[in-house]
């Protein structure tokens, strides 16, 4: 990964208001009005069995990956969002792979996700850390728009 460091957002941190203002910015930026979290991020954070980690390059927040752990046996990586001008740089995958390594600790057995089917960049890099494509969920986004649900076992995973 180019310059950066993966960091958990910590609720009271000093950076609290700043990271939360720059991931809105990249959230309304990456994703479509009716799929974005900005509306209700503050929210999202509050939930206990969730978590946020970012990409911080000297004070700028480059990138996000929200996760949670509905149950004891799965987990989901529920957003992972790169600004635009710092893709390709590793930044994804250093987010992704720490995402996993959180949702691991929760010891459970699974790990799933969505992701839109034409985001190929995205579902190669969720193929190439051990995601496997479950099914197509049709109108997932919208009408127009189906997903992929993708999982990655613990048990035989990376």
Request: glycine fraction near 6%; hydrophobic fraction near 35%.
């Amino acid at each position: 990964m180019d310059k950066g460091v993966v960091v958990e957002l910590i609720r009271g941190s000093t950076s609290w208001a700043k990271v939360v203002e720059d991931i809105v910015k990249l959230e309304k930026k990456t994703f479509p009005k009716h799929e974005s979290l900005a509306q209700t991020f503050d929210a999202e954070l509050r939930k206990k069995n969730a978590g946020l980690l970012y990409v911080d390059a000297e004070g700028d927040t480059v990138g996000y990956a929200m996760y949670s752990w509905p149950s004891s046996l799965s987990a989901s990586i529920t957003k992972l969002a790169v600004k635009e001008n710092c893709r390709r740089q590793g930044h994804g995958e250093a987010l992704l792979r720490a995402a996993i390594d959180k949702c691991r600790s929760r010891k459970v057995q699974r790990v799933s996700l969505h992701v839109d089917p034409t985001r190929t960049s995205a579902v190669n890099l969720y193929k190439k850390l051990g995601f496997q494509v479950d099914c197509l969920v049709k109108s997932y986004y919208s009408a127009d728009r189906d997903a992929y649900r993708m999982y990655l076992d613990f048990d035989d995973s990376i």
